[in-house]
């Protein structure tokens, strides 16, 4: 059994005592949850209360636990296992089946692990976070349990075969640990139990490999990193005959060195410190952020690169271009099968996929055919081990979400066509858009940068500037956001006969690291100004006007909306800000913060405040300013963004006499809700106060619209 290590809580360095609500951040402190309970009464006492509100939070809930969603499939040794909440399962069930019973209208499923069952026999509100399984043998897993939704888990050893947890197996506390088996008796473990060995982010500082049977204060030091490091982590490749072992070190958020062990000593692989790297059987990857010289040739930023990986070693530059981003073009991300790779690509933020497969004349790159023009696709392995076969899934605003499977073989590559994809899964609908029409719009930000955004309207749209319209986006970490299909907004919202707008602003991934890199730290500014200027666009087009105008954002897009609360409250007639981020100030001391330094900056060097301060809503609120009305949601069990943001946001506002809203669900982590019914009751929350403060909100209006439901 390994030696249970109780971690020590990642407390904030000592506040500055010029900070007013410095006492919202003691996140379980009597005085601060006696006043989340009171902001949560007045909230729920003005939003829940009607017909009209149950009934909305039962259509989301029927949403949520509808058996007709696809139950996503991992590939597991020869069985397909899947995680599933419903009514009956409410913090859920891991499950598995075989693939000719999954092709059934109703599958049979064996159950795995009943989290509801767990629970009630130990007392305590598990939520799943996933299984790390051993391979390629797929007999044993360390499963990870959350208390109540936090990144923090426990990790316990399972049995597969017996489907059971192993008795006197492996277990680590609580805490942002990091595993990766090497075999059935050996892992590297990064632990994060104390401050010796976590990173000022909270995440492991430090790589040990870890022998069954021996206390982690005997395991084999590999790596040990810098405080200020964000985490370092050790891994092993199991792919028979390419068996590696390596161990990355975070610098930053977008900085790493990637080392090779080897015979117990480690061998710093040369790649540009802000480019991503790994081995796929003989081959060494390269992702770009940053244009790089080899010689006489330079690689442009946003490029794939293969080279040979035991030639590159021995400093041989033999180096083929897999991908070259073009100023609309990027590459989303790739999947490698057994023989090939796909390639995820954004085309102007539509999906299109390319199969790059290595061969005696270097590497043939083909398009995949048959793909539909407009929405978003996804295509991974599943099983990178012993199969050329995929997973695709197949979205877009309107369109619920179709689930296939595929495969490559030499016809596919030399037709692009690939084996014809068979449908699996389809999901239903939950609104009616046969009335609606999606469309892609520019506008143009301060500097002159056209930025596109999805828009979703009725096919009719009257350009009198009365519309209600629901603004959102997220613009940081080159996360792309692509169109999704989204039952809850599309019933409460675009039936409704809302307009819906996805703004794709920079910051994002959506163009390439460079999309990216403009709108970093002293960049920053560039995000509210783009999305601000896809506020007016849409208010310029008479599609709708301030008054008629919201946005919601959540996490980086809670900051993206509270700077348009604080920079431009002129534009927007109600805000819903969840889980954000909103004190700049501090946000390095709370919780994971320091992580995103390489994002936002460091607060703490005065040259990098002076240009993070305007963009710090928590330090941008006046008195004499009208401010569209907010909703502020949080959750108390947050260990990524700290509750203390919006709790101090909510406070500091009401304390300069304007009026707003705060909710805090007790879990849910940084998600937000910890079930379905946690989440369907925040949904409600959030487009009830949206509708009732664009001043649309009449309960037979609402009653009305959820009468003309469909599937659920």
């Given at each position: 059994m390994m030696t249970s290590i109780i971690p020590s809580t990642h407390a904030a360095n000592e506040p500055s005592s010029s900070d007013p609500g410095l006492w919202l951040e003691d996140v379980t402190g009597e005085r601060a949850l006696?006043?989340?309970?009171?902001?949560?009464?007045?909230?729920?006492?003005?939003?829940?209360?009607?017909?009209?509100?149950?009934?909305?939070?039962?259509?989301f809930l029927k949403i949520l636990d509808s058996k007709e969603r696809i139950p996503y499939l991992q590939k597991i040794g020869g069985l397909y296992y899947n995680f599933w909440r419903d009514a009956e399962h409410v913090r859920g069930v891991w499950r598995r089946t075989t693939l000719e019973e999954y092709r059934k209208l109703e599958p049979a499923w064996e159950t795995v692990l009943d989290l509801d069952a767990l629970g009630a026999a130990e007392k305590e509100s598990w939520v799943w976070n996933g299984a790390q399984v051993l391979r390629p043998a797929d007999t044993r897993c360390l499963v990870s349990l959350s208390h109540g939704g936090a990144d923090a888990t426990v990790m316990r050893e399972f049995d597969l075969g017996t489907k059971g947890f192993v008795a006197g197996g492996l277990t680590l506390p609580e805490s942002k640990s990091e595993w990766s088996w090497i075999d059935p008796d050996r892992a590297y473990l990064g632990p994060a139990f104390d401050a010796a060995t976590i990173t000022a982010s909270g995440y492991p500082r430090i790589v040990i490999e870890w022998h069954r049977g021996t206390p982690v204060s005997e395991a084999v030091l590999v790596y040990e990193g810098q405080a200020s490091d964000v985490a370092v982590s050790g891994f092993h490749d199991p792919t028979?005959?390419?068996?590696?072992?390596f161990v990355i070190r975070g610098v930053t958020a977008y900085t790493n060195e990637l080392f090779l062990r080897q015979g117990g000593k480690l061998m710093k692989i040369a790649k540009p410190d802000d480019a991503d790297a790994g081995a796929w059987r003989q081959w060494l990857l390269i992702k770009l952020r940053t244009p790089w010289k080899v010689g006489n040739t330079t690689y442009p930023g946003g490029a794939l690169l293969a080279a040979p990986f035991d030639e590159f070693l021995a400093g041989k530059r033999e180096i083929a271009v897999l991908f070259e981003p073009t100023p609309r073009t990027s590459l989303s991300h790739y999947s490698p099968t057994k023989s090939a790779l796909i390639l995820n690509v954004l085309d102007n933020v539509r999906s299109k996929v390319v199969i790059a497969r290595p061969g005696a004349n270097g590497w043939a790159m083909t398009p995949m055919a048959g793909l539909p023009e407009f929405g978003s696709i996804s295509v991974h392995a599943v099983d990178d081990l012993d199969s050329d076969d995929y997973w695709m899934n197949v979205t877009d605003f309107l369109t619920p979400a179709s689930y296939f499977l595929g495969g490559l073989d030499e016809k596919a590559h030399s037709t692009g066509s690939g084996q014809a994809a068979e449908k699996l899964k389809q999901a239903p609908s939950f609104f009616d858009g046969s009335r609606m029409v999606v469309s892609q719009h520019e506008a143009v930000s301060k500097e002159g940068t056209r930025i596109p955004y999805f828009e979703v309207a009725p096919k009719v749209l009257a350009a009198n500037g009365g519309t209600p319209t629901l603004l959102t986006g997220h613009g940081a970490s080159e996360i792309s956001v692509t169109p999704y299909y989204d039952g809850i907004m599309g019933g409460a919202w675009l039936e409704r006969g809302g307009v819906f707008v996805l703004a794709n602003i920079r910051g994002g991934g959506e163009f390439g690291p460079a999309w990216h890199e403009s709108a970093i730290k002293d960049r920053r500014m560039r995000c509210y100004e783009d999305f601000s200027s896809v506020a007016r666009d849409l208010i310029a087009r008479k599609v709708t006007s301030p008054a008629h105008l919201c946005c919601m954002g959540g996490s980086n897009g809670g900051l993206l909306v509270g700077n348009m609360l604080a920079q431009y409250p002129d534009l927007f007639g109600a805000i819903v800000c969840r889980q954000p981020l909103l004190d700049m100030q501090r946000y390095t001391k709370l919780l994971a913060g320091a992580s995103w330094m390489g994002e936002y900056g460091d607060p703490d060097q005065p040259d990098e405040w002076a240009y993070i301060q305007p963009f710090s809503p928590y330090h941008n609120v006046k008195k004499d300013v009208k401010y569209p009305r907010t909703l502020f949601t949080s959750s108390t069990r947050d260990d990524r963004v700290h509750p203390g943001h919006?709790?101090?946001?909510?406070?500091?506002?009401?304390?300069?006499?304007?009026?707003v809203l705060y909710y805090e669900n007790v879990e849910g982590g940084h998600a937000g809700s910890a079930n379905n019914r946690q989440q369907a009751f925040t949904s409600a929350l959030a487009y009830t106060f949206l509708w009732k403060e664009l001043g649309r909100i009449g309960p037979d209006c609402l009653t009305q619209s959820l009468g003309r439901q469909t599937t659920a």
């Open positions: 006696q006043w989340v309970h009171q902001q949560n009464a007045r909230s729920t006492g003005e939003l829940a209360g009607s017909d009209a509100f149950q009934s909305l939070q039962e259509r028979p005959g390419f068996e590696r072992d919006a709790r101090k946001m909510a406070l500091l506002m009401e304390e300069h006499g304007h009026d």
